[in-house]
């Protein structure tokens, strides 16, 4: 079997280094019935949002085989597991706490604390209440104060039982692909919509850090944005203008206004009418302090000028080689990306808190044979490797994902877990990147 190794000298190789895997609560909970309804049910209900039309009423039914997952991660030898907390599990409608949701939350943070294992907790995962999109949701600017008093409540709870906090997972992909281009919940369009939703879910950001740090000293805090490196097709003027704008519209707007207090340029080049209502003091509330950076990473894109009917840039289809998801499997762009913020801005340190690859996986005798994702994480661990002896701080490293499980607009048709989920029956089984992952990390020195 393939194995994974990174040289003796290098910072991943010790025991330091934080290795973990990651999950999100819609994907793998399951028991619909035993929290508010979200954003995400609403939204598979619908025709033609989920490729094979399945949904996240059952997903891992992580809800009731929880302890047996603690066991299985805890046999990986991770140090940590990053998963997300539901917010319409935890909150009823008047704002007050859902005890047996919290519950929930306390007893698993309890489990992997006894199992030596840190909790890495997320608070928004795109599970958005339904009765908050229904007045409003990221467009109504109302949803950031309610933001912020979940996320008081939550911590008010959990104080420091938890490693970290990190308020929103990949504010781009709430903002952009739910509210702009309308592929993910709740399904809206318009860059008025994307611009606005994105400027409320980093404000909201700002309120929950403040929030979250009136309850925990030692726990730390930050957020988990994801990158997309942005390459030009070709190095022609037009191609590299394109290519900077599409840089600052889908990766840096979610990241300047954390350490910079305000958007990058091509804020500039939206019409009036598109641009999000921002209000006095508003990024002062942005640029709070963090004690970490999370990102998520998996592929890169291409870029030209922009073509008829596109505004800013030409976005070219992913190049080979590429995974079961159709994105290019290309781990230099991580080192350049990692590169390109540690210039930028004055980073905190980074976690790498997600990164993997989807595969056509057969389970055969018990066995995934998935050799090209254990390659995929060679390459990415490797990336890892180098940006930190170029000087990147990084101080962690998470699998996506522990198994299998709902991948949003995909369904239940792309697997990647590093544990193969037989939905039929909900047995788990390691696949070899699994076996592959718990190697390399109990063999790291101290
Ligand atoms: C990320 C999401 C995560 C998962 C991976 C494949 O954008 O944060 O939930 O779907 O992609």
Known sequence: MQKLTLPDNSKLSKKRFLFGVATSSYQIEGGVHSRLPCIWDTFCKKENTIIDKTNGDIACEHIQRWEQDLDLIASLCVDAYRFSIAWPRVMNKDGSINETGIGFYEALIEGLTERGIKSFVTLYHWDLPQHIEDSGGWLNRNTVFRFAEYANAVASRLGNSVESYATFNEPFCSAFLGYEIGVHAPGKKGVKNGRTAAHHILLAHGYGMKAIRTHTQKAKVGIVVNVTPCYPRSN???????????????????????????????????????????EDGDFAVICQPMDFIGINYYTRLTYSAPLEGDTLYHEHEANPPKTDIGWEVYPQ???????????????????????????????????VDDADRISYFQGHLMAVHNAIESGVDIRGYFAWSLMDNFEWAEGLSKRFGIIYVDYNTQVRTLKNSAIAYRTFISNRAE
């Open 333 to 367: 762009a991580l080192t350049d990306i990692l590169l390109e913020l540690n210039n930028a801005y004055d980073l905190p340190p980074v976690y790498i808190t997600e990164n993997g690859a989807a595969m056509a996986d057969k389970l055969i005798n018990n066995k």
């Open 236 to 278: 022609s003027n037009e191609d590299e203008i394109a290519t900077t704008r599409a840089n600052e519209y889908i990766n840096h707007w979610y990241i300047k206004p954390l350490f910079d207090g305000c958007y990058p340029d091509v804020f500039n080049l939206l019409d009036e009418s598109e641009r999000p209502p921002i």
